[in-house]
């Protein structure tokens, strides 16, 4: 307790227990008698922020990030870093998808940084971020990639499951890509929802009533007609899901959107699929 200056008593208000995490995972190229595999090279974690590294066969290295506090709300915050050496092959998925539920005061904030070295590979493919009414949450995606390093990521995002009938009339999702390529940015996308999040996705501009959306990205050594040769095989049929993509200086740019979480996941595995050809997605990424 505490005495106000009007000599009345007054309750001092809680100190909350807030989320706080911190994983740095990094891989380097080594040589043995199967030729060259992908091994990690240093582990750090601390909180809430775990990293595990499963055995996979096919020389690439799978990192899967797990938040042990079971979701996050206002004022949590998460950071997560992944080295890939030149030459090596690294996905980074997630254990489940993260929640985000409602906030009492201040935003979630999770900032991600990967490095891509030359002739390197990674694949970022967290599950989805599952939002819920008032949550608050503001994300920063950096990426650095070397010469001629290869790079694929998904974002997925539900608001709401509709399974559970819930609905976001209210919050604020924030989300601020930034993508470098020998220190020269090459993409940068800022995509915000705030205030009456239920009213405005109704809009046929921004969601068109849809619940879920994944934004895609690829940059690679391949050219604009490579990549549009390899896109025709890969998009959805567009009654089912609505979708956008665009190619130019080698990388390709995509937002898909759909009615449920379920559905937005049936389409995105056969096109990331697609992308990863010949490699499959993740055991955790299975319907």
């Given at each position: 307790m505490y005495r106000s200056s009007n000599?009345?008593?007054a309750t001092a208000a809680p100190k909350l227990q807030r989320t706080e995490?911190?994983?740095?995972?990094s891989f380097k190229l080594q040589h043995d008698a199967?030729?060259?595999?992908?091994?990690?090279d240093r582990l750090y974690q601390r909180g809430a922020a775990k990293v595990r590294l499963p055995k996979v066969y096919d020389g690439r290295a799978e990192a899967v990030l797990i938040n042990t506090s079971g979701g996050l709300t206002g004022g949590d915050t998460m950071r997560w870093q992944v080295l890939a050496a030149p030459k090596t092959s690294v996905v980074v998925t997630t254990q489940a998808c993260e929640k985000l539920y409602k906030s009492s005061g201040g935003n979630a904030r999770v900032d991600t940084s990967l490095e891509v070295g030359e002739g390197a590979e990674l694949?970022?493919?967290?599950?989805?971020?599952?939002l819920f009414d008032r949550a608050r949450l503001e994300r920063r995606f950096t990426v650095n990639l070397d010469n001629d390093a290869r790079f694929l990521a998904v974002e997925p995002v539900i608001f709401g499951r509709e399974t559970m009938g819930e609905e976001v009339h209210a919050g604020l999702f924030k989300d601020r890509w930034r993508i470098y390529r020998n220190g020269h940015l090459i993409h940068a996308d800022d995509l915000c929802f705030s205030g009456s999040i239920h009213s405005n996705a109704k809009r046929k501009?921004?969601?068109a009533g849809a619940r879920a959306f994944a934004t895609i990205l690829y940059s690679g050594p391949e050219d604009d007609e490579q990549l549009r040769a390899k896109l025709c095989s890969l998009l959805p049929d567009q009654d089912e899901l609505s979708w956008g993509v665009s190619v130019w200086n080698g990388k390709l740019a995509a937002r898909f959107s759909a009615e449920s979480g379920f559905a937005l996941r049936a389409k995105l595995i056969p096109f990331l699929g697609g992308l990863r050809d010949p490699f499959v997605l993740p055991k955790l990424w299975k319907l």
């Open positions: 000599g009345g008593n995490g911190e994983g740095r995972v199967s030729g060259d595999v992908t091994r990690l694949h970022w493919l967290p599950q989805e971020t599952i501009a921004v969601l």
